[in-house]
């Protein structure tokens, strides 16, 4: 079985402070993981993933295989970063050829002003 | 403009009476997907499609229907819906089945059953 845990209902930070959102997860094989955002009244969208290694809005991820984890961070939030944010893995369902995509509960960041 | 479209945005129902939210894509994807977002416990994937005609069970499917008659179509049904039904739920589409595709989601659908 594959799951995903973000341990912070809520995360507040101040503007210009470092923020990690974290995230483990728990999975038998090589998964490929992501972070999805969901800004006030826009849909759910992707952030970036591992695989692509790559740098959105500032924000980075490593995947930590020794320690199962995806922690997405940022050295200075901005007050536009306020959003829910998603940690998602993707990996084989039963032994099947597809992605079975599974979400953790979510973390509410808050960057004051 | 590439996009998922759910309908409605908004419903209020009452215990028992069947309901049908809609879902498009435009993307010519193969992989859709339903989830209901609750809070607490995040995303939950109820079902999902590989392709026309193929549909199999996500994590939390008790009460739910779906079929994929089109590949760009994907409704959920709720034939006799209860309050426990009620939640925000988002439709999902990826290019194919791969492990690294990117799921592209729908605005929501916020349901209120009463």
């Known amino acids: 079985a594959q799951r995903v845990t973000q341990p912070e209902k809520l995360l507040s930070v101040f503007k210009g402070a470092p923020v990690e959102l974290k995230c483990n997860y728990s999975?038998?094989?090589?998964?490929?993981l992501f972070w999805y955002v969901q800004y006030s009244r826009q849909r759910l969208q992707l952030l970036l993933r591992?695989?692509s290694r790559e740098s959105i809005k500032g924000f980075t991820a490593d995947l930590n295989k020794g320690e199962t984890s995806f922690h997405l961070k940022k050295p200075f939030a901005q007050e536009e970063d306020s959003a829910m944010y998603y940690c998602?893995?993707?990996?084989?369902?039963?032994?099947?050829?597809?992605?079975?995509?599974?979400f953790g509960q979510g973390t509410i960041l808050t960057v004051h002003p | 403009e590439a996009q998922v479209t759910q309908n409605p945005r908004y419903l209020i129902t009452v215990t028992g009476k069947k309901l049908t939210v809609t879902c498009s894509q435009n993307?010519?994807?193969?992989?859709m997907s339903w989830y209901r977002q609750d809070p607490g416990l995040g995303l939950r994937q109820i079902y999902y499609?590989?392709?026309?005609?193929?549909?199999d069970k996500g994590d939390v499917p008790e009460g739910y229907k779906v079929s994929r008659k089109e590949k760009r179509n994907f409704p959920l049904i709720l034939e006799s819906p209860s309050p426990n039904q009620t939640s925000l739920y988002f439709c999902?589409?990826?290019?194919?089945?791969?492990?690294?595709?990117?799921?592209?989601f729908g605005a929501g659908t916020r349901l209120s059953v009463l």
């Open positions: 591992h695989i």
């Open positions: 999902a589409s990826s290019l194919s089945k791969s492990l690294g595709d990117i799921q592209y």
């Open positions: 499609s590989m392709n026309v005609e193929v549909t």
């Open positions: 999975y038998s094989g090589s998964p490929e």
């Open positions: 998602a893995l993707s990996g084989n369902a039963g032994g099947t050829s597809y992605g079975k995509l599974t």
């Open positions: 993307m010519n994807h193969e992989y």
